[in-house]
Each structure stands twice: as C-alpha cells, then as structure tokens.
Nanobody
Framework: VQLQASGGGLVQAGDSLRLSCLAP????????IAWFRQAPGKEREFVAAVDWRGTSSYIADSVKGRFTASRNKGQSLVYLQMNSLRPEDTAVYYCAAHSRRYYSGSNFNRSDFNSWGQGTLVTVSS
C-alpha cells in the first residue's frame, strides 16, 4: 500500500491550490504524514506535516502564513492548502509517512520518512 498525492497543476502567481494525499487508514492511520517538495536542481525540503492524531500541524518557515496542512482520518486524506502561490513554489510535491508509529514530535527530517507517494507537480507562473 502506498501513499497517493494528487491535485497539482499549472496556476498563476497569487492563486491557490489544494493537494491531497490518500493515506489508507489500515496502513497509515497511526503515522504522521508530511509534505515535502523538490524543485529542479534542489534538495527535497520539508513543507508541512500533520501528526498521527490529525490535531497538530507543522509548517515550514518558508511557507508559513500561506500554506496549511490538515488531515481527515475518516477519509484517510491529508491536505496541503497552498495560498498566495509564488513562482518559487514550483516543485514536485510529495507526501510521506513517518517511520515511527505514534510519532508526536516536531522535527521532520527527510530520513525519518520511509513511505513516499509518487509526487504531484505544481507549476506557478509569474
């Protein structure tokens, strides 16, 4: 069972977009889910995360105030709401599950995530 990210597309600067990550409950219900992104020629970077309960979210400083993350456990979905998009937000966005069940910390290193979705491309034109 894998994570499935969707919702990417081509938008203009200032637009909004919501990404969805299907995280099947039987497999991922007890794991924190995070969003990472990778722009061409750059390292994959943390964007946002939601804890396994779905009650706490964490947002990277680079997108704080514009992006929010949420989780609907009943539907096994994790969302990344992106507002006021900028050309520098252009990247492939990935959702990933933390390797530790019931992890409730606030540090989200790429190496701590061992289940990745296929990624969805977001392109923001100026």
């Amino acid at each position: 069972v894998q994570l499935q990210a969707s919702g990417g597309g081509l938008v203009q600067a200032g637009d909004s977009l919501r990404l969805s990550c299907l995280a099947p409950g039987r497999t991922f219900s007890n794991y924190a889910i995070a969003w990472f992104r990778q722009a061409p020629g750059k390292e994959r970077e943390f964007v946002a995360a939601v804890d396994w309960r779905g009650t706490s979210s964490y947002i990277a400083d680079s997108v704080k105030g514009r992006f929010t993350a949420s989780r609907n456990k009943g539907q096994s979905l994790v969302y990344l709401q992106m507002n006021s998009l900028r050309p520098e937000d252009t990247a492939v966005y990935y959702c990933a599950a933390h390797s530790r069940r019931y992890y409730s910390g606030s540090n989200f290193n790429r190496s701590d995530f061992n289940s990745w979705g296929q990624g969805t491309l977001v392109t923001v034109s100026s």
